[in-house]
């Protein structure tokens, strides 16, 4: 059979069916589910009969016959420009395309093949194409397409997906990429509660990351979602499991290299950082071709792709690397951070212990987030800089902007290797990140809002990607999944400076310190150390005198943690002192929009009646329509808001009044008659 090599079927998510030249268009959903029925038996026979009762099962029209007929010739027609793969014979109909141009046949060839990997025990084969047959999937298996036939192939696909997804977990934990599989495993569960084998491996990669404390918090929210939605207890593994972690017990362990010491797996998906990558490559190339050592520096905020850039870049020099990462834990130990890079080496000759490192051959050393490691370490790991001048050693640190570790500005400024900075990601990165990731457009509005509102935060992009392709709606309010992804990106934040924020999230889109100490209660001078521990670590930005939240974001986040009731309240007073000041109308209208449908000072119809002018036409109507809802007005002042809202929605047209009698309500009447959805 010759291969039809227009034709592409995608049957687990995007349009069924495209050419060189785009999607080609199948029709109605029926006719569609003809298609597919013939897709799945690519280069077989599919009687008419057959297709019947996939279309309709036990119960089809009496005019079934004639409609799979009508269906048929259609689809011939739509696939003439692609060579006319559809041929017909007594024995019924057959898609003449090879097998390997359907997705869901390249998915379980895949399938086949991690089996026979699995068998011959060769795990990274298996690895692979595991991600090879999950990378056929664009979104819902036979997304649409009616009739007993789809159901049945679509819950049968869904659960070898499933399937597929536990193994490469599995089978990626055993290899040792605790790391990488502790985000992708939390999303997992989130999406499938009831399947006890994803928790499980998400409670042994965060014990084998050495996340003890949250692999139990793991746990109990594994049991208390199980028990919620089934009304049964977890099964004795998953039980089990909590005992275990409580043991420290050794079998949980990795057996081979100490996860602090291995590398990650290659990204799935990068994009975007070309320049910066090869910078890195440049030094692993003059390491292992030249010996030559050196220092890198990686400098980026919390989701700036630090790690995806490293996993990218020393992909091909995993057998010498070893690489660590700090955390809270390591910082409470002295030097611990340097004994777990150095396979715990004795430190006492710290010069002849990385020397016989080194002997063996070039070697690479990734200390990630260093923001968190003790001065000892950081001492130290300025100690091994210095041997990279004579040693084939390249040195490669990564951190936060932390202003309060004032020896990371020390090892930066005093660095005389190179630093590379991750700047955040622009439009056009925006967009590469979205077509590897979704398996539909999002749109360009979409896109410009989550731009904006991640301030091009990789990490951030990402979630709000996973969000998107299930199916949320873009809002400026923070889910819970993402809440947390910042909260625990600002955890090195001191407690006073997070309080601060939290009410500087209040003040809208910018704001001064002295508005901040209106809102705080406390002297201007107080809140400086809070307000540059923010500017340092990146969360606020200065625009001359006033600041704000680099990040939307992160300001929504702040924001959500004042309970709705109280924020109303709060939002209504700033307004007040802003008012009573004379602030800009703009700032003031702001606040009171936040407040939403608690507007009940006194004061605001008067002031807004008399300043709407002098607000933008947007915020101006929003304004008075969320006014002209509230119930402690009098009638005159629903009549005045209402006729500054018509004066704003009216064109000087035939909607303006033009009778006497025709007064301000008449015309807004008339006008929310004219603009209400399906009028004209």
């Known amino acids: 059979m010759d291969e039809v090599s227009s034709l592409t079927v995608r049957l687990l998510g995007g349009p069924p069916a495209r050419s060189d030249a785009g999607e080609i268009a199948l029709g109605p959903a029926q006719r569609q589910a003809v298609f597919a029925v013939l897709a799945l038996h690519a280069g077989q026979f599919v009687s008419r009969k057959e297709l019947i009762d996939a279309v309709w099962g036990e119960r089809p029209p009496d005019s079934a016959t004639g409609i799979v007929y009508t269906y048929i010739s259609a689809l011939r027609r739509a696939l003439e420009p692609v060579g006319g793969p559809l041929v017909a014979s007594r024995a019924g109909y057959r898609l003449d395309l090879p ?34 047959a999950l990378g056929q999937w664009r979104g819902s298996a036979l997304d649409g397409i009616p009739g007993p036939f789809a159901e049945t192939q679509r819950a049968r696909l869904d659960e070898l997906r499933m399937s597929a997804l536990e193994r490469q977990a599995e089978v990626a934990l055993h290899l040792g990429g605790y790391r990488e599989l502790v985000d992708e495993l939390t999303v997992l569960v989130e999406r499938h509660p009831l399947r006890e084998g994803l928790h499980r491996m998400l409670v042994t990669a965060l014990f084998r990351a050495g996340r003890q404390a949250e692999a139990l918090a793991a746990f109990d929210r594994a049991r208390e979602t ?114 777990d890079s150095l396979g715990g080496e004795a430190l006492d000759d710290l010069d002849k212990t990385v020397t016989d490192l080194c002997e063996d051959g070039p070697r690479v050393l990734v200390f990630e987030d260093l923001h968190w490691a003790d001065e000892e370490s950081l001492l130290a790991w300025q100690r091994l800089h210095r041997f990279t001048a004579r040693l084939p050693l390249l040195l490669i640190g990564s951190a936060r902007p932390l202003p309060r570790h004032r020896l990371l500005d020390v090892l930066r400024s005093g660095l005389d290797g190179e630093i590379v900075s991750l700047p955040p990601f622009d439009a056009p990165a925006v967009a590469a990140l979205a077509e590897e990731t979704l398996a539909r457009d999002p749109g360009r509005d979409y896109l410009e809002f989550a731009a904006d509102y991640t301030a091009g935060n990789v990490g951030y992009l990402c979630e709000l990607f996973a969000e998107f392709a299930d199916g949320r709606e873009a809002t400026t309010a923070p889910h819970s999944r993402i809440a ?21 999230a209040l003040l809208g889109s910018s704001f001064t310190v002295a508005e901040l100490a209106g809102v705080t209660g406390r002297e ?15 969360v606020l930005e200065s625009e001359g005198e006033r600041l704000r939240f680099r990040v939307p974001l992160v300001a929504s986040v702040f924001a959500a943690n004042t309970p709705p009731a109280i924020r109303a309240v709060l939002h209504q007073e700033i307004a007040t002192t802003m008012a009573d000041s004379g602030a800009p109308a703009d700032r003031v209208a702001e606040q009171l929009l936040q407040a939403g449908d608690e507007l009940t000072a006194p004061w605001i119809p008067r002031w807004v009646l008399d300043n709407v002018r002098a607000l933008p036409a947007g915020p101006a109507v929003e304004l008075l329509h969320l006014l002209s809802r509230q119930r402690n007005l009098t009638e005159e002042q629903h009549q005045d808001l209402a006729g500054e809202l018509a004066a704003l929605l009216l064109p000087a047209t035939d909607l303006a009044p033009a009778q006497p009698w025709c007064t301000p309500l008449h015309a807004l009447a008339r006008v929310r008659n004219r603009t209400a959805p399906g009028t004209s």
């Open 484 to 504: 947390s992804i910042v909260e625990a990106h600002l955890a090195t934040l001191s407690l006073a400076c997070k309080r601060t924020l939290n009410s500087a």
């Open 524 to 538: 201007p001078a107080a809140l400086i150390e809070a307000v540059e521990e923010a500017l340092a670590a990146r």
């Open 226 to 339: 199980i028990i919620e939605q089934s009304g049964l207890e977890p099964g004795p593994e998953l039980l089990a499991l909590r005992q275990r972690v409580l043991d420290d017990d050794p079998s949980l362990h990795h057996r081979d290299q100490p996860e602090r010491h291995r590398p990650p797996g290659r990204p799935s998906v990068f994009v975007s950082r070309e320049f910066e990558l090869a910078r890195l490559r440049r030094h692993l190339s003059a390491l292992l071709n030249e010996g030559r050592g050196g220092t890198v520096w990686l400098d980026g905020e919390a989701g700036s792709g630090k790690s995806t850039l490293l996993a990218e870049a020393l992909a091909s020099a995993r057998s010498h690397t070893r690489w660590v990462t700090a955390d809270e834990l390591t910082s409470a130990v002295p030097l611990n951070l340097i004994a």
């Open 99 to 132: 097998k390997q141009q359907v997705d869901v046949h390249v998915f379980e060839a895949e399938l086949e093949r991690a089996r026979a990997h699995r068998l011959a025990g060769a795990h990274q084969r298996e690895l692979d194409s595991l991600r090879s």
